[in-house]
T-cell receptor
Framework: ETGVTQSPTHLIKTRGQQVTLRCSSQ?????VSWYQQALGQGPQFIFQ???????GRGNFPPRFSGLQFPNYSSELNVNALELDDSALYLC????????????FGPGTRLTVT | EDQVTQSPEALRLQEGESSSLNCSYT??????LFWYRQDPGKGPEFLFT???AGEEKEKERLKATLTKKESFLHITAPKPEDSATYLC???????????FGAGTILRVKS
């Protein structure tokens, strides 16, 4: 069984640029959730995708957007990067929407300069 | 608004010195309370889900318990490899997001 994978591992961007982060869900899982984790804090929910549709969103501006593909992999896109977007971005997959445990990937460390 | 508070922020133990981590929560109808372990620079690793007050779950040296207002993660005879940040999260009934606390940083010295 393959776990959750994310790419890239690390990324450095300049303020104002755009970035795309990728996530492959665990085998058999059809739900992907994205979280932002600032240093020293717990993860904060960005949004969730279930069967290619957005299934809930946290308090993040519209410049944070996402996609889920037919194979249930997912992308997180962030436009007009700000310095405060520097964080560890975590993807979690689960089976069947919101009623099952979420399993996290290793994360993408984004640094905005 | 759903909220999770973890204490202490940091805990230093000697190898073999048992202790407990606390997770206090407020949620509009609890679907589940989750414990994760996170090593530096890595994603959270799932440990336990607790669904109702009075429930207990164990895994190796860890035991998680749940009341209507808080959860405890008991660590018995810890080893240096138990050093990590332990995160607690709640999910509201009918909701899809996990609401996390800031975590407890545990250091176990040999």
């Amino acid at each position: 069984e393959t776990g959750v994978t994310q790419s890239p591992t690390h990324l450095i961007k300049t303020r104002g640029q755009q970035v795309t982060l990728r996530c492959s869900s665990q085998s058999g899982h059809n739900t992907v959730s994205w979280y932002q984790q600032a240093l020293g804090q717990g993860p904060q929910f960005i949004f969730q995708y279930y069967r290619e549709e957005e299934n809930g969103r946290g308090n993040f501006p519209p410049r944070f957007s996402g996609l889920q593909f037919p194979n249930y992999s997912s992308e997180l896109n962030v436009n007009a990067l700000e310095l405060d977007d520097s964080a560890l971005y975590l993807c979690a997959s689960s089976l069947g929407g919101s009623d099952h445990e979420q399993y996290f990937g290793p994360g993408t460390r984004l640094t905005v300069t | 608004e759903d909220q999770v508070t973890q204490s202490p922020e940091a805990l230093r133990l000697q190898e073999g010195e048992s202790s407990s981590l606390n997770c206090s929560y407020t949620v509009s109808g609890l679907r589940g309370l989750f414990w994760y372990r996170q090593d530096p620079g890595k994603g959270p690793e799932f440990l336990f889900t607790l669904y109702s007050a009075g429930e207990e779950k164990e895994k190796e040296r860890l035991k998680a318990t749940l009341t209507k207002k808080e959860s405890f993660l008991h660590i018995t005879a810890p080893k240096p490899e138990d050093s990590a940040t332990y995160l607690c999260a709640v999910q509201a009934a009918g909701g899809n997001k996990l609401v996390f606390g800031a975590g407890t940083i545990l250091r176990v010295k040999s």
